[in-house]
């Protein structure tokens, strides 16, 4: 039996409704399965305010154990450092995530805004994640936190975090698994890929034939803005709703997994230099970009240059 | 003399913390005061941004609705870029948001408002064993089959547009995705397994005999009719609503508003699905919906202070965070239709759509949280059918554009008006200089859950829990059926959500 606690705070919920879509197991059978005792969750969750407030004064004494603590939004600290801007009880929902989190075994960021701050990072609600203010190491607990079992807070990166990374790290924190994870502590299985990563647009791009508008079948990482081949996650392996991506679709990857998102440049824009993206294809140097590039461009099949190559 | 208690409210199973305030006479809610605990200050962070990034960050709002905010945001720029959005772009958007819609109707009702059922409190009603085994959270049988099949439905967001929730496929002049017909197909498979579950567990009919139902009468003989219409979830719903006493609650101001679903495609046989858009008071005067009538007060909100109300194109959000003249009491901004409440949703649309049932229930039980209920878990009645529709016609017309090209993003004024899941949502937009000038949102909850504005007329759920009978305050699920039956989204109240304390008195 593992007894998890999921705590909304600065966020749309996306995370929550994202979860409920996982499949192969669903909800239900995932939580049967790893024996799961579910607390309390804002969205699904029927005891009383009173029979709330008891169990939050149980968890919080160590009364009763709490194995995992999910989090869910941004921890907002704003205006001026009060934590007011998002407030329970009157009291700054910022200063019982950290209780919540000083009693728990584990403890899981449930999306960008939970791991990074995310939406807002940049404002005056002072939004940050609870161990990464974006790329920087400390946030709301400190760089230095460790949960109860040891571990850094698990970011588990996206916006929203994909079902099937929530479910696999639920697994396999029940199981007693270590996760290997990233500098920015993402585990590797899920972010060690870039969503350029199974685009069915590969082809394109690896011949550089370029879009520039929507609703065509060619690559959009040279004009319009795409950070597949920037940023890390799984949406071209694990697919989303078990069927597409955004990419797939003809939406560019704005990077929502990336600790720097939502980055302050216009999306649906390719910083470039005389067409030349300024922001390479992650690991990429300058000069063998361009040499690379001209010759595949040169080289491109009439096919995909006709946009003949379904996607 | 009666003794008067103030009494703090926290509720859940709405999307995102909502916290109420009653004043209690007699242990009846004689007044009442709803305000928001979080500012994302959404409105700010779009400042300055690139002039699409509305499209990116807006549906970040809201992880239940994003579809719909995205809608909003597109439609917006569709109108500063004076372009026109072809047909097939229409049917591709509008059966993307009803698929959002009909998952969310469906999850609101069997994950949120009828758990209360299952409440301890309710031991005493003859049908609580009976609801125990279907809606206990997580464990009840109609909770974990809404867990099951709600989520098949938003594959088709996932088809046509590459994930939900929070993608990004509606864009200025149209869609970024042509969907070959193999997966229009597919679609259609998927739609029409979710409306035969739908049929066969949430109405316990068929979508023709439902459509049969056009009266009061009709619906009690409905209910009469047979062992599949009772056990389905309206008939629960009602069955149980009934012996708890509920037709008598969460009754308002009777004002409503819905800003209809504007976009049809010039050819298509969905016409008769058509939300209907406008506004009708108490009286039951009706008028033709005109966005120049929105205005947003602030007197109980935590905003730099401004006489009356402001339209939303000249709006300004600037956070005063200040307890200290006793009368600011929310994060949320106080919308007003022609200076008056409004509530909008699901039962709003059908009132001012003419709907014979509702007339009718109306005219005979008054507004209600039952109705308010009714008409939510029964809208994909209505929504599924248009939905195949337009899949059809998309399937058959392969050949005719998703995209109208927008080659550059002009400046200028726009707004994007929908009828979202929960009622009337509004974007208005300016772009100066490439960038986004402004940018002010009303959402559907905003309407609802408004805070008093600045003739101190308080908003449609705080007026509609006056005179709700509070048993246990420690467990007060009637405050909770109230206000659950307007669908909150709390997240969505971008500029407010939650309640802001003061002290908890009770």
Not at chain 1, 92 to 114: F, Q
Not at chain 1, 200 to 223: I, K, M, P, S
Not at chain 2, 205 to 224: E, F, G, K, P
Not at chain 2, 383 to 411: C, G, K, N, S
């Amino acid at each position: 039996m593992a007894s998890l606690y999921w705590l909304q705070c600065g966020g749309c919920g996306g995370d929550t409704m994202s979860f409920l879509g996982v499949d192969s197991p669903d909800l239900i059978e995932l939580f049967d399965a790893l024996d799961i005792r579910l607390l309390w969750h804002p969205s699904l969750s029927a005891i009383s305010p009173a029979e709330h407030d008891a169990l939050l004064a149980r968890l919080l004494s160590g009364e009763e154990a709490l194995d995992i603590l999910v989090v869910e939004g941004a921890i907002i600290r704003g205006p001026a450092n009060t934590g007011m801007f998002d407030a329970r009880h009157g009291r700054p929902k910022k200063d019982l995530a950290a209780a919540l989190a000083a009693r728990a075994n584990h403890i899981v960021a449930a999306g960008t805004c939970a791991s990074f701050g995310g939406i807002g990072a940049d404002d005056a609600i002072q939004a940050t994640g609870l161990q990464f203010l974006k790329k920087e190491a400390g946030g709301l607990l400190g760089k230095d936190f460790r949960s109860r079992a040891g571990m850094p807070v698990i970011n588990l990166a996206g916006c929203p975090c994909h079902a099937e990374v929530m479910a696999g790290a639920l697994t396999a924190l029940v199981a007693g698994q270590t996760l290997e994870l990233d500098e920015f502590n993402r585990p590797l299985d899920w972010y060690g890929m870039t969503v350029h990563q199974g685009c069915t647009r590969n082809e394109y791009h690896e011949y550089r034939v370029e879009e520039w508008d929507f609703a065509q079948r060619g690559c959009l990482f040279f004009h319009m803005g795409c950070h597949g081949p920037l940023v890390d996650g799984p949406c071209n392996k694990l697919l989303w709703n078990g069927r597409s991506s955004k990419t797939r679709a003809g939406v560019p990857c704005f990077g929502c997994t990336d600790p720097s998102f939502p980055t302050a440049s216009p999306f649906f824009e390719t910083r470039n230099i005389e067409g030349v993206p300024i922001d390479l294809p992650k690991g990429m140097s300058r000069a063998h970009y361009l040499v690379y590039k001209g010759m595949a461009a040169a080289a491109a099949p009439e096919r995909l240059k006709k946009r003949d190559t379904r996607i | 003399m009666t003794k008067r208690i103030l009494c703090d409210i926290p509720l859940n199973r709405v999307e995102g913390d909502l916290e109420i305030r009653v004043a209690l006479e007699n242990n009846r809610v004689v007044d009442a005061w709803s305000s928001g605990t979080m500012f994302r200050g959404f409105e700010n962070i779009m400042v300055g941004r690139g002039a699409r990034d509305g499209l990116v960050i807006t549906p970040r709002i809201c992880g239940i609705c994003s579809t719909t905010h995205l809608m909003a945001a597109a439609r917006a720029l569709d109108r500063i870029a004076g372009v026109t959005v072809p047909d097939n772009a229409i049917r591709l958007r509008n059966t993307a948001l009803l698929a959002e819609h009909c998952q969310g109707d469906v999850r609101q009702s069997l994950l949120m408002f009828l758990p209360d059922f299952a409440s301890a409190a309710y031991a005493e009603h003859p049908l609580y064993a009976e609801a125990v085994t279907r809606y206990t959270p997580l464990q009840g049988t109609r909770c974990i089959d809404a867990v099951r099949q709600t989520k098949t439905l938003l594959e088709i967001i996932a088809i046509l547009g590459g994930q939900w929730p929070h993608s990004s496929f509606m864009v200025p002049g149209g869609v970024s995705y042509v969907p070959p017909l193999t997966e229009l197909n597919q679609c259609r498979h998927i739609l029409r397994h979710y409306r035969q579950w739908y049929e066969r567990s949430v109405l316990g009919c068929t979508l023709t005999r439902w459509q049969q139902v056009q009266s009061a009468s009709n619906l009690d003989a409905w209910l009469a009719e047979s062992a599949a219409h009772r056990d389905s979830d309206t008939g629960f719903l009602l069955r149980f609503a009934d012996r708890a006493g509920l037709r008598e609650l969460g009754r308002g101001h009777g004002h409503f508003l819905s800003s209809g679903l504007p976009d049809m495609p010039a050819e298509t046989a969905a016409g008769p699905y058509a939300f209907a858009a406008g506004f009708r008071d108490s009286t039951g005067r009706c008028q033709p919906f005109d966005q120049l009538q929105v205005a947003e007060h602030v007197a109980a909100s935590w905003y730099a202070d401004y006489p009356g109300g402001r339209h939303p194109s000249t709006g300004i959000t600037e956070p005063y965070a200040t307890g200290a003249e006793g009368k600011k009491y929310s994060w949320g901004k106080a919308p007003r239709y022609l200076d008056l409440p409004a509530e909008t949703g699901p039962l709003a649309e059908r009132i001012i759509g003419n709907d014979p049932l509702f007339l009718d229930l109306l005219q005979r039980d008054g507004v209600n949280l039952v109705m308010r209920q009714l008409a939510r878990l029964t809208r994909p009645a209505r929504l599924l059918p248009a939905m195949e529709i337009w899949l059809d016609e998309m399937i058959a017309r392969p050949d005719q554009p998703y995209y109208t090209p927008v080659q550059h993003m002009p400046d200028g004024q726009g707004y994007g008006l929908i009828e979202a899941a929960r009622g009337t949502l509004g974007h208005w937009v300016e772009i100066r200089d490439g960038r986004i000038a402004r940018y002010q949102i009303i959402t559907p909850t905003a309407w609802n859950g408004s805070p008093r504005d600045s003739m101190d007329v308080r908003g449609p759920w705080e007026e509609a829990l006056i005179g709700t009978p509070i048993k246990d305050i420690g467990n007060p699920v009637e405050a909770g059926h109230v206000v659950r039956s307007f669908d909150p989204c709390l997240v969505c109240t971008v500029h407010v959500v939650g309640a802001g304390r003061l002290p908890l008195h009770c």
